[in-house]
Structures are given as C-alpha cells and as structure tokens.
C-alpha cells in the first residue's frame, strides 16, 4: 500500500514536464483579457518554456547554457554609446511599482519597481530581499568599461548570465526604454547618486 | 453583535482611510496599529453573520434556501466542509472549490443566473457581495477544523498536477510565476512578508487565514480573490472565477497545507 503511494506521488511529481501542451491549453481557458494584459502574455518563449519546464529542480548544464546563449545575443547596448542617464530619474524609475499590469493606466511610463527585491539608497528603509542589496553598487565596484557593460547586460537581460533568474528582463521584454535603462544605471554608479552615498 | 463591537466598526471606515491608504511599506505596521486599537474583533463577523441569514433564507426566482447545498459532507452539513475543499462532486461531475460550489447550488437550487453572481462576486463598498457573505459564513464554520485532501478521485488528482503545473508556469512581460516570489523562506516585497507556499509550514500560514478581512480595501475577500490579486501582480490576463486553474491552484495549496487548522476568516492588511 504505501509502495503505491509512493508510485503514485512519483507519477504526480512527474506529470508537470510531461503534460506541458494541455496544461497551456486549459491555462488559456482559465484567463480572460483584461485592458492590456491580453490572452498573448500566456504564450511563452523558449526561455519561459524551458524555465518552466525544469522548476523547481536544477536545470541541466546543456538547458542553462542553451537559455544563456538565446539571451545573450537580444541585449543591445545603448545606441550612443553612453550607459548613464540622469540618477534622479531612476530612482523615481526604481520607486515606481506600477506598469504593465491590467489595472495600469499604459498611457503612464512604467517602473521598475526595483525596490520590491533590492536595497537601494540608504534612505528607503522599504525594500524587500528577492534581489541582493545593490548598495554602494558603483563605489564598490567602480565605473570601468566591463562593468557598466556586464551590468547594462544585466538590467537589459537577467537571463544571460542567470537563467530562470528572478529578474524580469527589462531591456529584452521592453519592460522599460533605453532612457529609463540609462537612468537606472545612473542611480547604481553616478558617485553623486544616493545609491553611492 | 455585541453593541461595543458595531460601535468600533463605525469608527472603522474613517480609521481606513486615513491609516491604510498607503504603500505595501509599512503594511505590517498597519496590521499591528488595528490591533492595538481593535485587539480581536474581526469585522468578517458581519459577512459571517450575513451569510448565514442568506444561506438559511429562501431566495431567488426559485424561493429556495441552501439548506440542500451539500458542500461535500452531505445536504446542509456546512460544519467543517471547507477543511475538505475543493473536491470531486459527483453531480457536477467536476472538483470544485468553495466559490464554484457556491455557484453551482445559487445556479441549481435557487434559480439565480451565473452571470448576476459573477459580477457581484466581489464586493465594492456599498454594494456587497452575496458570494463573499456566504463563504465568510461557510469557512467560519470550519474554525480548528484540520485539512484533509485525500485525493482519491483521479479528477482531483488531475486537479493537483494542473495547480503545481500553474504555479510554476512562467509567462507574461515579467517573466513571473507564482514560485518567483512563493518559493523560498524569509523573502520580503517591499516590507511584506512573503509565505513559502512549497512548504507546509508556509503553506498552511497562508492558506489557513484566508478568506480574510482586508483591512485595506474594508472588504472580505476569498482565496480565489487572493489568487487573481496575485496573478494581476504578475502581470497575466484576469484569472477566471471559478475556472480549473483558480481551483486547481487553491486545491494544489490546500494539499501542501493539509493538517493545519482552519482559522478564517482572518484579518489582513
């Protein structure tokens, strides 16, 4: 009896990777369109399919580095070669919690909402902990030209260097503009912003 | 309702409105502050007590009451019947959670139209909804009850995998599941505290105190109402009422949760 159990709960635990295709389509059943978020966000691309399909375990080596080069090649580092915008813009960008959601008004710039899983400026004792602290980020680090690329990179497209990383990718999703992008790397590395102080 | 209680409620709404309109920062901040000054006196006393006169009562275009509502353990049992939701019900052939099965007798007994329930079924300030009164009334009535789930129809177990299947789907412009921020111990949004739901320990925490009263809002709100808040954060279209992922998913937690004991209606902030 408790072998059957067993068999049965490792049939249970097994059926999610397997049953990939109908659970998409009685997902789809489930949701209706409301304002912005429409029926489409359900469709998923391949990161979110094979993200999807690993979890909760570990992704295989060959998955991981197959997610990571699929991202890697979207990320496109700003047009005039300049990475830092204005870092009081981006903290109002990490502020902000609002956008894309089917109560968000689309008209209004969306934020990034980066305060939600990571410590910013010493100032806002309001963060959470999904994200590490980005304290200090651009004095501990300086401004060289590899880390303002790695972490354009990384705002851009979490996924290229992490897969299935908690981060939605910013850049890639369009998620938030290249001016918006600019301006949170500001916040993270301008010695004047108060992410540095 | 003892006459202090309906006295400190009056007070509520402006109390609210004042101390509540603010962001998920200080919410725990918010939930303490109502405590101190309300100590246990949970205003979902009022949806309970109205849901049962609604039950009781004869109603709708078939002047029924929901005496013939069986909500699992036989016609009219409610006593403990929510600590064994959802379930497969044989004469709809589907597994239902609490909300659908409250459809389905409103619909079937007492001749209301599914579309009328559907669109009151969440409550707005003046105009309340029957649904929310009638499972604050129903779960309040499974108060220390523990959590069973033996899923022994295959349709609940079917029920299970769509649930795990949907918690962990990753979708949307955020990339988010519901496991990016319900899938690990001592996480945080902002200041609010987020339940491992992988956990049976998480789970049950969570699970146990909903339906609960929302400070925020001044409304009693239901898990299938918890579930489509959620999905909205996550940026997905709107989660069906009722539909197979919203009990798939209630289903999928309550299993995780099982053995823990019923104490909702609660209050949130």
């Known amino acids: 009896m408790r072998r059957l159990a067993l068999v049965l709960w490792g049939l249970l635990n097994a059926l999610p990777a397997q049953a990939?295709?109908?659970?998409?389509?009685?997902?789809?059943?489930?949701?209706?369109?409301?304002?912005?978020?429409?029926?489409?966000?359900?469709?998923?691309?391949?990161?979110?399919?094979?993200?999807?399909r690993y979890a909760p375990t570990d992704l295989p080596a060959e998955v991981a580095r197959r997610i990571q080069s699929l991202n890697q090649s979207t990320i496109k580092p700003p047009a005039d070669g300049q990475y830092l915008g204005d870092f009081t813009r981006g903290e109002a960008i990490a502020q902000r919690g609002t956008g894309w959601q089917s109560s968000d008004d689309p008209a209004k710039p969306a934020g990034g909402n980066c305060y939600a899983c990571h410590q910013l400026a010493a100032a806002e004792v309001a963060y959470g902990n999904l994200g590490p602290s980005l304290y200090h980020y651009g004095k501990l680090r300086g401004a060289s030209a590899e880390v303002l690329a790695a972490t354009w990179g990384k705002l851009y497209n979490s996924n290229a260097t992490e897969p299935c990383s908690r981060m939605p990718r910013f850049g890639h999703r369009g998620i938030l503009d290249e001016q918006q992008l600019k301006d949170l790397m500001a916040l993270l590395f301008d010695p004047a912003s108060p992410v540095n102080q | 309702m003892k006459p202090l209680f309906a006295k400190r409620l009056r007070g509520l709404g402006a109390l609210l409105l004042g101390s509540f309109a603010l962001t998920a920062a200080a919410s725990d901040d918010a939930l303490r502050e109502y405590r101190e000054m309300f100590g246990d006196d949970n205003p979902a006393a009022l949806w309970e007590a109205r849901g049962e006169q609604l039950w009781q009562t004869a109603r709708g275009p078939q002047h029924a009451s929901l005496a013939a509502c069986d909500l699992g353990l036989g016609p009219g049992v409610v006593k403990g019947a929510y600590a064994q939701l959802p379930r497969w019900f044989a004469d709809t052939a589907r597994v239902e959670d609490l909300e659908s099965r409250l459809l389905t007798c409103m619909t079937e007994l007492q001749g209301f139209p599914r579309d009328a329930l559907l669109t009151t079924r969440f409550g707005d300030g003046e105009r309340k909804s029957d649904l929310e009164a009638l499972a604050a009334y129903v779960v309040g009535a499974s108060r220390g009850a523990e959590i069973r789930l033996p899923l022994q129809h295959p349709a609940e177990q079917a029920a299970w995998a769509l649930g795990q299947a949907a918690f962990y789907y990753r979708a949307g412009p955020h990339d988010f599941s519901c496991a990016t921020c319900h899938a690990q111990a001592d996480k945080r949004i902002r200041l609010q505290t987020l339940p491992q739901l992988t956990t049976a320990e998480g789970a049950r925490e969570a699970y146990t105190h909903w339906p609960a009263y929302r400070i925020s809002q001044g409304e009693l709100r239901t898990f299938e109402w918890r579930l489509q808040d959620c999905y909205r954060q996550q940026r997905f279209p709107q989660l069906k009422f009722a539909s197979e992922v919203a009990v798939g998913l209630s289903l999928f937690l309550a299993?995780?949760?099982?053995?823990?004991?019923?104490?909702?209606?609660?209050?949130?902030?």
Not at chain 2, 255 to 269: C, D, F, L, Q, V
């Open chain 1, 20 to 52: 990939a295709e109908p659970v998409n389509e009685r997902l789809r059943d489930s949701f209706e369109a409301k304002n912005q978020a429409t029926l489409e966000r359900l469709e998923q691309d391949e990161t979110q399919q094979l993200c999807t």
């Open chain 2, 255 to 269: 299993k995780t949760a099982e053995g823990g004991a019923m104490a909702a209606p609660a209050i949130r902030r």
